[in-house]
């Protein structure tokens, strides 16, 4: 699995961090992360990237453990973040959470998709896992992509593929090509997540990211037309909960039952 995002690290800022789309859905996750912060707050991240996130949670809480399959990732964020005193980076798996013992931490966070590579069965012993490293009344925050995406559906259908149109609605994995490698992936609705938390977490809320602005790979449409993009982004200020299965993501807030 490592070495199916390795070979995107030195270009994903380029093709997806400083894209208007992804700068525009970053936007509105940090929106909604803003207000759930504590400044005293020890923070884990999973699946961080870059480290483009690592760094705005860092000037936001105490401490900040971001973690990444790839090694080439976290080289690259911890080149971005040098002179940083309160993030420490790791390689990890997101299905070795559990070697984080005896660890705790205030708030786990994992951005843009990176759970969905987990089965079902690996997610729900991710949230297992997640539960024991969080100190009482924890939270947790998990960006997923949906399984009906309605841009996706009529990028799709445009182009005459009704069979990907539909290709997220489904519960077996799809091999999904990034940059040349196939990467297999699990798509997950907002109710999903919430019965593979359910005995370890209640949820607090649920909101879609990127309802009207499109998934990245439309970036090269919109690049001769950022005035529509912008609009789109400011509609998405409306954060309609009712429709978060139907975003590109959806942001889902998590936190820690009582023993």
Not at 37 to 50: D, F, P, Y
Request: proline share 4%.
């Amino acid at each position: 699995m490592a070495a199916q995002f390795s070979h995107v690290a030195k270009d994903y800022d380029a093709q997806f961090t400083h894209t208007e789309i992804g700068k525009l859905q970053r936007e509105q996750v940090l929106k909604e992360l803003a207000p759930i912060l504590k400044r005293e707050w020890q923070v884990l991240e999973i699946n961080c990237g870059t480290g483009e996130d690592a760094l705005w949670l860092s000037d936001s809480t105490s401490s900040v453990l971001a973690t990444d399959i790839s090694a080439e990732m976290i080289a690259v964020s911890r080149e971005k973040s040098a002179g940083k005193d309160n993030i420490d980076f790791e390689v990890l798996d997101a299905n070795k959470i559990a070697s984080l013992h005896p660890k705790s931490f205030d708030f786990i966070f994992s951005n843009f998709g990176g759970l969905n590579c987990l089965s079902p069965q690996q997610l729900q012993q991710f949230l297992l896992e997640s539960a024991k490293l969080l100190k009482p009344k924890g939270a947790i925050v998990l960006v997923i992509m949906g399984k009906k995406t309605l841009w996706e559906k009529l990028y799709f259908t445009l182009k005459g593929d009704r069979k990907s149109a539909k290709r997220r609605d489904t519960k077996e994995a799809l091999f999904v090509h990034v940059d040349g490698k196939n990467v297999p992936t699990y798509y997950y609705s907002p109710s999903d997540v919430s019965r593979l938390a359910a005995t370890r977490f209640r949820v607090v809320q649920v909101k879609p990211i990127g309802l009207f602005v499109p998934p990245s790979y439309m970036q090269h449409f919109f690049n001769s037309r950022l005035w529509a993009l912008r609009t789109l982004g400011l509609l998405d200020r409306l954060r309609l909960p009712g429709f978060s299965n139907y975003a590109d993501h959806f942001l889902i807030h998590l936190e820690k039952k009582s023993a």
